[in-house]
């Protein structure tokens, strides 16, 4: 049977035009199914890094949440209750609502990583909130350049406990996250900068690949 990774536009466009990630193939068809099977579930996805790595978790949640490159109209229940419930706003709130892939950036509760921070110990700030948010059947993508980051290891420590799968980015060597990862994408690179360029293509190219599992039957974005 020919998997969803060889027939992907998004995981072969990326395969070619970055011939340096071609080790990586296996763990990318790993990635994209551990993912996959987490929302198909009715899983969510949580994400977490510091620095650059925290805006690319950022990034990460924002592309699932939201249209990438295909429609999201809501479900034809869920129009029809808006309808019956708020016929005077129903049209404006369908027309700009749309399905997303669930997931939840770590790295934007300010308040709670600040206060934690101050009264406790920011080692322990993702790991906290995988504890309290993560479930079993999540999936925590867990992206540390240097693989070494307390924070982050953290957080993939709890999510094993919590029975979170653990999706990990990291450089060339992994550090220490490979047991604590299901799936852990080594990108062949070493220094910080060159390390998150390639997990840009990486992820974007997983979360149009999910897009394209869920939506494409809707057609691409206008």
């Known amino acids: 049977m020919t998997s969803h990774f060889e027939t992907s536009a998004a995981l072969k466009d990326l395969l070619q035009r970055f011939d340096v990630l071609d080790t990586l193939a296996a763990d990318l068809h790993a990635a994209y199914e551990l993912l996959q099977r987490c929302l198909a579930a009715g899983n969510k996805v949580l ?117 979170v799968a653990v999706l990990g980015l990291t450089g060339r060597t992994g550090g220490k996250m490979g047991p604590l990862c299901d799936v852990v994408l080594r990108t062949p690179a070493d220094e910080t900068h060159l390390v998150q360029e390639l997990h840009r293509p990486i992820y974007h190219a997983l979360c149009l690949a999910l897009e394209e599992h869920f939506f494409s039957t809707n057609g691409r974005r206008g």
């Open 47 to 163: 994400t977490c890094g510091n620095g650059g790595s925290a805006a690319d978790a950022d990034h990460i949640a924002g592309e699932l949440m939201k249209s990438f490159a295909y429609r999201r109209p809501i479900s034809e229940a869920d129009q029809g209750r808006l309808r019956s419930e708020f016929p005077d706003t129903a049209d404006a709130l369908i027309g700009s609502l749309e399905t997303p892939l669930p997931a939840i950036s770590l790295t934007g509760q300010i308040a709670l990583l600040t206060a934690f921070a101050n009264d406790v110990d920011y080692n322990y700030a993702f790991a906290q909130q995988v504890y309290g948010l993560g479930a079993r059947g999540d999936v925590l993508i867990a992206i540390s350049t240097s693989g070494t980051s307390a924070s982050i290891l953290n957080a993939c420590r709890v999510a094993r406990l919590r029975g």
